[in-house]
Every structure is written in structure tokens, then in C-alpha cells.
């Protein structure tokens, strides 16, 4: 059944208003609203394209919705669908950026961002937990993950470079397997249909995704136009998502670029983690927070908008191009080999994110390693038990009385003001 643009714009709304609580959740909802209550599209559909959208960078839901979009109606359907994902959320964040950037100096709001960061940490180590449960099969799979930890924890070696080693050990490593959803119920195509027409779709979302930034740099913008760079290069490394990429958003926001501080990024990734849609949406804060640094509210504007562009103009890049090659796609031993070496850098790169986080979270003070090391330790003196008591209590909350992450947060929240209130 094909559904009117008004029925699909409707429909595509309410799925991104209610698309909280991560991936999972969110992949759940466009299930319901697409498979089974209504015959758009089916079981097989769905799936397919969600192994897919796990090939590529960037957020898989949105780009799943995306897709979803497309084989309804066209590149108009997907952009309708992808933009209706992202949109409720971007608000939402916007507005606590502003929010944020404007009163979150004070003393009640800096409390209550203490206990959001607490619960973030248990977060960030509940998502490496039930990806190594999943991910991690085989001895290899192991021992990619503590290599890329290492590299990258110990090392400080460059995120993107990480990934590409993996992927290349996932290309030579290929035992010749294939995606057990494509074998088992994808009649494969031969060879891909529409080359043409999807160099069409290259050339167009290419265009569109580096114009702004081009234009930034000719009227010598040049903090939109390195906010822009910044996040088209993380846009093309996302693989594995929000988690995977925010170690490395975060050495080169708080260290390279010096745009927030490691507490700003934490309560970054806690505003994401309350907002629907996709949470890549973290990205837009610290376009935010880099802009308001420079030049005030009128540039934090302004970069958010950029970041935003050159975080999902390159998701509907890889969808129109690739969408009428899915089902060839799917089926490439190399391709999901290389994916599944990749899945498992992502848990090293997210243990690395959960060890960053509890370091800054912890401890008041870090001193540099030793060479060759080129990593933070903690001043055991300067840990902060308000913290690790507040992170016991989301653990708690989250771990063993499995409370949902929205009320869990507002718990922490109250949490965090309490004990505030209290040591002020």
C-alpha cells in the first residue's frame, strides 16, 4: 500500500515524537507504526533495511526511517521521514542549549547537572555492557576491542584511523559469511540496479552538504566553517553510533578545539539522553556551546544550524544513493565481515568513552601518564563521593530496579539539586 504525503507526514510526525529512549526503542516504534499497524511495509522490509543502515555511518534509526521514507514514496517521502525524525528533537535541543548556556553557571542548575552526569556514566556503561554481550563472539572479536581500547585510551590515537584498522582486519579476516537475514530471506540481486540514477543523487546531496560550509569560508565565517569540517569528518567516522564517536567529539571539542569543558560535554550527552530522536543530537549542544563561546547567541545560532547540516545532510546522502542497492548490499560477505570487526571496535571505543567520563566525573584533579603514554590518571585525593554516591544511586535506579532512563534522570536530577542544596 502506498501512502498519500499527508498520511506518510502524519504518521512519520508521530514516530518522531515519540522516538526516546535510544536505537532500540526507536526502531521498535517505526516496527509498530509501519509493519504492524498498517500495511506499509513488511517484516522482511524492515529488517533488510535495518541491516543496512547498520553498514553505514551515522544514526541507524534515523537513517532507517529514512529509508522507510524513500520506499514509500520516493526521495520526497525520505526526506520527509528523515527530517520529521530529526526535528522534534533539534528543537527540543535548541532550546535547552540556549537554556543551558545562559543560566547553567548557577549554583541550583550546575547541582542538578551533577546528577545527570551521574546516571549518564551508568548509561554510557549499561550500552557497553549489552554491546559486548551481543558483539563479542570470538576470540578475534576480543581482541579487536582491547586493541582499539588501548589505542585509543593508553595512546590517544586518532578515532578515524582506529575504525579504518578495523575495518581492514574485518575485510582480510572474512571467513566467508554472509548476513544470516539477507541468506535466509533475501532473494540477493545479482548486480546492483540504478547506478545512474544514484551518481545522480551523490552529485545533488554532495552539493547540498558542502555548500553552507563553502559559503562559511568564502564570507570569511571561519568558526561556522571549522564547526562545519569538524562535523562532515565525524558525520563520515560515525560507525556504531552516538556512543562510538563521542570519545573522539570529545577529545577534539574539550582538548583540541578547547570549545566546552569535559563537564559541558557530560551535560550534553544527559540533554540528548531527554530529548526524542536520534542521539547524535549531542552534536548540536556542542555546536552550540562552540559558538556562544566566540561570538554570543547570534553565532551559537548559527553553528548549531551548521552542525546540524553537516551531521545528517550526509545520512540522506548514503540512503538515496545506496536505498535501490540494499538488497545486493546486504548480502556482501566482506561488507557485513567488515561491519561486524567494526562492532567490535565500538565496544573498545566505548569503554575507552565510559573511562573518560568517570575520570572527569570522579576526580577533581588528573596528572599526565608517563611516556609513552599519552593518557590522564586520576589525584586519588581529589575524588569527588558526592559523585560516585550519586552514580550509585542511578545504578540502582537503571541496574536493579530497572527504571526507564527519562524518570531515572529526573530522579538524579532532583537528586543532584538535594545534595546541593544540602553541601551549599
Known amino acids: 500500500m502506498r501512502p498519500t504525503i499527508a498520511d506518510l507526514t502524519r504518521v512519520f510526525a508521530r514516530i518522531g515524537l515519540m522516538s526516546f529512549g535510544g536505537p532500540a526503542a526507536q526502531i521498535a516504534v517505526m516496527h509498530r507504526e509501519l509493519v504492524d499497524n498498517r500495511p506499509w511495509l513488511n517484516e522482511r522490509q524492515l529488517l533488510n533495511a535495518l541491516s543496512f543502515c547498520m553498514l553505514l555511518p551515522g544514526p541507524e ?4 526511517c529514512t529509508y522507510a ?13 528523515g527530517l520529521l525524525f530529526v526535528l522534534p528533537g533539534a528543537a527540543l535541543m535548541l532550546a535547552l ?10 549554583p541550583i ?14 548509561v554510557v556503561i549499561q550500552a557497553l555492557y549489552r554491546l ?8 578475534g572479536d576480543w581482541s579487536v576491542a582491547i586493541l582499539c581500547f588501548a589505542a585509543l585510551f593508553l595512546f590517544d590515537m586518532p578515532f578515524p584511523l582506529v575504525i579504518l584498522g578495523a575495518a581492514s582486519y574485518g575485510l582480510v579476516r572474512n571467513r566467508g559469511a554472509r548476513s544470516k537475514l539477507a541468506a535466509d530471506t533475501v532473494e540477493a540481486q545479482t548486480q546492483p540496479a540504478s547506478l545512474p540514477r544514484s551518481l545522480m543523487q551523490v552529485a545533488i546531496w554532495l552539493a547540498l552538504w558542502w555548500l553552507p560550509i563553502a559559503a562559511a569560508a568564502a564570507f570569511g565565517a571561519d ?3 571549522e564547526i562545519g569540517l569538524f562535523f562532515s569528518k565525524l558525520a563520515v567516522v560515525s560507525f556504531g553510533g552516538a556512543y562510538a564517536v563521542l570519545a573522539y567529539m570529545a577529545q577534539e571539542a574539550v582538548t583540541t578545539q578547547g570549545w566546552i569543558s569535559p563537564a559541558q560535554m557530560m551535560d550534553g550527552l544527559g540533554l540528548a539522553e531527554t530529548t526524542p530522536g536520534p542521539l547524535i543530537l549531542v552534536t548540536e549542544f556542542v555546536g552550540y556551546m562552540a559558538g556562544h563561546r ?20 550526509p545520512c540522506f546522502l548514503w540512503i538515496f544513493a545506496a536505498a535501490p542497492h540494499v538488497e545486493w548490499l546486504t548480502t556482501r560477505p566482506r561488507l557485513t565481515s567488515a561491519l561486524s570487526a567494526i562492532t567490535a571496535a565500538v565496544v573498545g571505543v566505548i569503554a575507552n568513552l565510559s573511562l573518560w567520563f568517570a575520570l572527569h566525573v570522579f576526580f577533581n584533579q588528573t596528572t ?5 603514554f599519552a593518557t590522564s590518571l586520576p589525584v586519588l585525593h581529589s575524588v569527588d563521593l558526592a559523585a560516585l554516591a550519586l552514580s550509585g544511586l542511578a545504578a540502582v535506579l537503571l541496574l536493579w530496579r530497572g527504571l526507564a532512563l527519562p524518570v531515572t534522570l529526573l530522579i538524579m536530577a532532583a537528586a543532584g539539586a538535594g545534595l546541593g542544596v544540602v553541601s551549599g
Open 368 to 372: 599526565p601518564a608517563p611516556a609513552p
Open 109 to 122: 542548575v550546575e547541582a542538578v547537572f551533577n546528577g545527570i552526569k551521574a546516571a549518564v556514566i551508568i
Open 294 to 313: 566566540v561570538g554570543g547567541v547570534g553565532l551559537a545560532l548559527a553553528a548549531a544550524f551548521m552542525t546540524l547540516w553537516a551531521t545528517f545532510v
Open 223 to 225: 568558526t561556522l566553517a
Open 69 to 81: 521514507g524513500w520506499r514509500l514514496r520516493g526521495v520526497l517521502g525520505g526526506v520527509i521521514a
Open 61 to 64: 534509526a534515523m537513517q532507517l
Open 132 to 139: 559486548a554481550r551481543k558483539t563479542l563472539k570470538h576470540a
Open 97 to 106: 542549549a540556549y537554556a543551558y548556556a545562559t543560566w547553567g553557571q548557577t
